[in-house]
């Protein structure tokens, strides 16, 4: 374990670097928090925009693809002076805010002024939605989707159901063809679809795509691989939808471990139930828009520079 | 070390062959094959070993504290669970011991509790008390509203159920016993050496014949001319809560048996997570293993009663087993020396538990067949990877990240499966050939995000480990 080897010190320690915590490193740098670090569990930082393929993000005049924002927001942090370590995975509190983190250069426990969680948020998965059915293989995240098609070119079958009707569900169904695979239909409980009129109308007009709303996915079929799964229409009709591949996108929930591990609550703003550990971005408000993280990030510095500043 | 997947089967004949890669089966293969002497086969027609109900139970270690006494299974249990408590401790297998309370909600349950305990002690399992509800209370304090009281079974267990078939058979492979995997059983004759097994990958002979093929055991005894009994698949499903709730509960809550059937457990696993089940439907399709709307909602009802905090934790995964039932109330263990034939039938959820002792009955039935065990020597240990909490992971480990850095780098986030786990994985004795099978092996893609975020990347080492 890590008992007996040093506790390294840092005055902000960032866990997670996507957008929001990205945002606030290069903010608290650019303002001499002091040293300021970045972990990020995954190989690369930048978070979910990393394989988020399709462009809306930057601004209207600077307009960028997910990876080039992931670029872009980790470049203005180490710019700032903030250092961004990628393949390095938080374990677990060892004091109000200390940590104890892994890498492949081993356990260490690091020690901060100040700890931003920045952790993000998930979709849920099929498990969690309570979805019956068999255990086929075929079964995706859009978050899964998209980094199998978009960093590995993985194959993912040939039809695919896309659960959902929001953004993320037409980002969704964009990779699946994106990997040469047809959409079946979109399902949706709701009665209409969650996305802007044109976007659904462009999907169900230029690309064909049928939009079932007030319909819920009542089972998934087959073994081995999926075989279709059957859906639910509010009226009570059932139907079986052939195909290979179902896509749960959306509803998304915080992948707030860290802070449930030490009982911190948290809020809608940055502060938290315990003093000098803030959070940012998608752990308080699971599934918002890159954009929104980054802003929430650089408000969070706001508040911890004020920590640090009459602090302790 | 052999292990088939496809292709034409050997021509070779063998001594012994074991139909059936479950539990039951691979602990047979690994106790004939502490006998050198024997020719051992094991034909699965899965494509991994655990593939049928043994994949899908409740990951008891049973004390056998409410078995029937003085039958079969009662001994089995009994016998089996310290063999396997052994075992364990020396392969790696990840068992803890956290203790079991049936808890009574009514005065019917309450009333109850003392025939049981006094059933236990019949069952040479002695050290079991009754807890009025202060007490209960005071060890469970999430329990629902409303418990009366409670048994406390101290020695109830829990523990990695595919990490223990794993371990069977992986020392089985390295002791020279051949594995067919994808190998199903078609038919059975006599032929001049003994049986003749038709099967999808060709024909197997072999001179004595185990029958552990689960559900499936009926069909191939009714092939070998018996109607002895017949397997009612009975379907349980579970639903594995996050690691989060993992604290809501410290021992394995067992339902009271009543005349009106047995309740839902609640039970914490070794993966440190919480686990709420089972349903019991009997059915007739051997394949049935989705779960169902009411199931899900049954068991949510139930468990909300007993532990209504965990409702409000997410679900990481909801699996349904089929549990291979009969008419018996016993184990249907026989065996038919004119025919050189053991069958290990009606092995139910017990079977886990019990697999060693069943292990060790069913070799001593060989030899009353005619079958020469010949000289023992015992197998090398098997060294298990550790996917239990209660015990280090490798991620925790400095001297194994220090000597290699691939255990620090994790993969897999919400169970904290490194690279170096996954590798060593895939090249293992008895490789999986499927992602499910890597997960049973690793953990990998098992947790609360059910691959969000590592789904793509596990996937990635998969198929460069198997071109």
């Given at each position: 374990?890590?008992?007996?080897r040093?506790?390294?010190?840092?005055?902000?320690?960032v866990?997670?670097a996507?957008?929001?915590?990205?945002?606030?490193?290069?903010?608290?740098?650019?303002?001499?928090?002091?040293?300021?670090?970045?972990l990020?569990?995954?190989?690369?930082?930048?978070?979910?925009?990393r394989?988020?393929?399709?462009?809306?993000?930057g601004?209207?005049?600077?307009?960028?693809?997910?990876?080039?924002?992931?670029?872009?927001?980790?470049?203005?942090?180490?710019?700032?002076?903030?250092v961004?370590?990628?393949?390095?995975?938080?374990?677990?509190?060892?004091?109000?805010?200390t940590?104890?983190t892994?890498?492949?250069?081993?356990?260490?426990?690091?020690?901060?002024?100040?700890?931003?969680?920045?952790?993000?948020?998930?979709?849920?998965?099929?498990?969690?939605?309570?979805?019956?059915?068999?255990?086929?293989?075929?079964?995706?995240?859009?978050?899964?989707?998209?980094?199998?098609?978009?960093?590995?070119?993985?194959?993912?079958?040939?039809?695919?159901?896309?659960?959902?009707?929001?953004d993320?569900?037409?980002?969704?169904?964009?990779?699946?063809?994106?990997?040469?695979?047809?959409?079946?239909?979109?399902?949706?409980?709701h009665?209409?679809?969650?996305?802007?009129?044109?976007?659904?109308?462009?999907a169900?007009?230029?690309?064909?795509?049928?939009?079932?709303?007030?319909?819920?996915?009542?089972?998934?079929?087959?073994?081995?691989?999926?075989?279709?799964?059957?859906?639910?229409?509010?009226?009570?009709?059932?139907?079986?939808?052939?195909?290979?591949?179902?896509?749960?996108?959306?509803?998304?929930v915080?992948?707030?471990?860290?802070?449930?591990?030490?009982?911190?609550?948290?809020a809608t703003?940055?502060?938290?139930?315990?003093?000098?550990?803030?959070?940012?971005?998608?752990v308080?408000?699971?599934?918002?828009?890159?954009?929104?993280?980054?802003?929430?990030?650089?408000?969070?510095?706001?508040?911890?520079?004020?920590?640090?500043?009459?602090?302790? | 070390?052999?292990?088939?997947?496809?292709?034409?089967?050997?021509?070779?004949?063998?001594?012994?062959?074991?139909?059936?890669?479950?539990?039951?089966?691979?602990?047979?293969?690994?106790?004939?094959?502490r006998?050198?002497?024997?020719?051992?086969?094991?034909?699965?027609?899965?494509?991994?070993?655990?593939?049928?109900?043994?994949?899908?139970?409740?990951?008891?270690?049973?004390?056998?504290?409410?078995?029937?006494?003085?039958?079969?299974?009662?001994?089995?249990?009994?016998?089996g669970?310290?063999?396997?408590?052994?075992?364990?401790?020396?392969?790696?297998?990840?068992?803890?011991?956290?203790?079991?309370?049936?808890?009574a909600?009514?005065?019917?349950?309450?009333?109850?509790?003392?025939?049981?305990?006094e059933?236990?002690?019949?069952?040479?399992?002695?050290?079991?008390?009754?807890?009025?509800?202060?007490?209960?209370y005071?060890?469970?304090?999430?329990?629902?509203?409303?418990?009366?009281?409670?048994?406390?079974?101290?020695?109830?267990?829990?523990?990695?159920?595919?990490?223990?078939t794993?371990?069977?058979?992986?020392?089985?492979?390295?002791?020279?016993v051949d594995?067919?995997?994808?190998?199903?059983?078609?038919?059975?004759?006599?032929?001049?050496?003994?049986?003749?097994?038709?099967?999808?990958?060709?024909?197997?002979?072999?001179?004595?014949?185990?029958?552990?093929?689960?559900?499936?055991?009926?069909?191939?005894?009714?092939?070998?001319?018996?109607?002895?009994?017949?397997?009612?698949?009975?379907?349980?499903?579970?639903?594995?809560?996050?690691?989060?709730?993992?604290?809501?509960?410290?021992?394995?809550?067992?339902?009271?048996?009543?005349?009106?059937?047995k309740?839902?457990?609640?039970?914490?696993t070794?993966?440190?997570?919480?686990?709420?089940?089972?349903?019991?439907?009997?059915?007739?399709?051997?394949?049935?293993?989705?779960?169902?709307?009411?199931?899900?909602?049954?068991?949510r009802?139930?468990?909300?009663?007993?532990?209504?905090?965990?409702?409000?934790?997410?679900?990481?995964?909801?699996?349904?087993g089929?549990?291979?039932?009969?008419?018996?109330?016993?184990?249907?263990?026989?065996?038919?020396?004119?025919?050189?034939?053991?069958?290990?039938?009606?092995?139910?959820?017990?079977?886990?538990?019990?697999?060693?002792?069943?292990?060790?009955?069913?070799?001593?039935?060989?030899?009353?067949?005619?079958?020469?065990?010949?000289?023992?020597?015992?197998?090398?240990?098997?060294?298990?990877?550790?996917?239990?909490?209660?015990?280090?992971?490798?991620?925790?480990r400095?001297?194994?990240?220090?000597?290699?850095?691939?255990?620090?780098?994790?993969?897999?986030?919400?169970?904290?499966?490194?690279?170096g786990?996954?590798?060593?994985?895939?090249?293992?004795?008895?490789?999986?050939?499927?992602?499910?099978?890597?997960?049973?092996?690793?953990?990998?893609?098992?947790?609360?995000?059910?691959?969000?975020?590592?789904?793509?990347?596990?996937?990635?080492?998969?198929?460069?480990?198997?071109?």
């Open positions: 374990m890590t008992a007996g040093a506790v390294r010190r840092v005055d902000v320690l866990v997670g996507g957008p929001a915590g990205l945002a606030a490193a290069a903010r608290l740098a650019a303002a001499g928090a002091g040293r300021v670090e970045v990020d569990r995954e190989a690369q930082p930048g978070g979910v925009p394989h988020c393929a399709h462009g809306g993000f601004t209207w005049v600077h307009p960028l693809t997910g990876p080039g924002y992931a670029r872009l927001l980790t470049r203005g942090a180490t710019r700032a002076g903030a961004v370590r990628s393949g390095v995975t938080v374990l677990d509190w060892v004091g109000t805010r940590l104890a892994v890498s492949p250069q081993g356990p260490e426990t690091i020690d901060a002024g100040a700890v931003v969680l920045a952790t993000g948020s998930r979709e849920r998965p099929r498990a969690a939605r309570l979805v019956p059915g068999t255990r086929p293989a075929g079964v995706y995240t859009t978050g899964e989707l998209q980094q199998a098609v978009h960093l590995f070119g993985h194959s993912i079958g040939t039809r695919a159901v896309v659960v959902g009707a929001q993320v569900s037409y980002a969704a169904a964009d990779t699946v063809r994106a990997a040469g695979a047809d959409v079946v239909a979109l399902v949706t409980e009665p209409r679809a969650g996305t802007a009129r044109a976007r659904a109308q462009w169900r007009l230029r690309h064909g795509v049928p939009l079932l709303t007030d319909t819920t996915v009542a089972e998934l079929l087959g073994h081995g691989r999926l075989s279709g799964v059957r859906v639910r229409h509010r009226d009570g009709r059932t139907a079986t939808l052939p195909c290979d591949t179902v896509v749960f996108t959306g509803d998304f915080p992948d707030n471990e860290l802070a449930r591990r030490a009982g911190i609550k948290l703003g940055p502060h938290t139930s315990r003093p000098g550990v803030f959070a940012s971005g998608g308080l408000h699971p599934g918002q828009r890159a954009r929104a993280a980054t802003r929430d990030g650089a408000q969070a510095a706001g508040a911890v520079l004020e920590w640090l500043a009459d602090g302790e | 070390m052999t292990v088939t997947a496809e292709g034409a089967l050997p021509e070779r004949v063998y001594d012994v062959t074991v139909v059936g890669a479950g539990v039951v089966g691979c602990a047979v293969a690994r106790e004939l094959a006998r050198p002497g024997l020719r051992l086969a094991v034909v699965e027609a899965q494509d991994d070993v655990g593939q049928g109900t043994s994949k899908a139970n409740t990951a008891i270690l049973h004390t056998g504290f409410d078995a029937t006494p003085d039958s079969l299974e009662a001994r089995l249990v009994r016998e669970s310290r063999r396997l408590a052994a075992y364990a401790a020396e392969s790696g297998i990840p068992v803890e011991r956290v203790g079991a309370l049936l808890v909600w009514d005065e019917d349950q309450l009333a109850a509790l003392p025939r049981l305990a059933k236990s002690e019949r069952n040479d399992c002695p050290d079991i008390r009754l807890l009025g509800a202060d007490e209960l005071a060890r469970e304090p999430h329990l629902g509203p409303g418990a009366l009281g409670a048994l406390h079974v101290p020695g109830e267990s829990i523990i990695c159920p595919w990490t223990t794993l371990a069977y058979a992986t020392q089985a492979v390295r002791a020279g594995l067919h995997l994808n190998t199903r059983v078609h038919g059975v004759s006599r032929s001049a050496d003994g049986h003749r097994l038709t099967t999808s990958r060709g024909t197997l002979h072999t001179r004595h014949l185990v029958n552990a093929a689960g559900l499936h055991a009926d069909t191939l005894d009714r092939a070998l001319g018996h109607d002895d009994f017949t397997v009612t698949p009975r379907r349980g499903q579970l639903i594995v809560h996050d690691k989060l709730a993992r604290s809501l509960v410290r021992h394995i809550l067992l339902p009271v048996p009543t005349a009106l059937g309740g839902v457990l609640i039970a914490p070794v993966h440190g997570n919480v686990l709420l089940g089972p349903t019991a439907e009997d059915l007739h399709d051997k394949r049935a293993t989705g779960s169902t709307a009411e199931g899900i909602a049954l068991l009802e139930k468990g909300g009663r007993i532990l209504p905090a965990l409702l409000d934790e997410e679900v990481t995964a909801v699996y349904a089929l549990r291979a039932a009969t008419e018996h109330e016993d184990y249907r263990i026989t065996a038919h020396p004119e025919q050189a034939y053991v069958t290990v039938g009606g092995i139910r959820s017990t079977g886990l538990t019990a697999s060693m002792a069943i292990a060790a009955h069913v070799a001593a039935l060989l030899a009353d067949t005619g079958l020469d065990l010949g000289p023992t020597r015992e197998p090398d240990p098997v060294s298990m990877p550790n996917l239990g909490e209660a015990f280090p992971r490798p991620c925790r400095l001297e194994l990240i220090a000597a290699d850095p691939e255990y620090g780098t994790l993969v897999c986030h919400c169970e904290r499966v490194s690279r786990e996954i590798r060593d994985a895939l090249a293992s004795t008895i490789p999986p050939r499927t992602l499910d099978g890597l997960r049973r092996r690793t953990r990998a893609r098992a947790g609360r995000c059910q691959g969000f975020y590592c789904g793509a990347a596990v996937r990635q080492l998969f198929e460069e480990a198997r071109t």
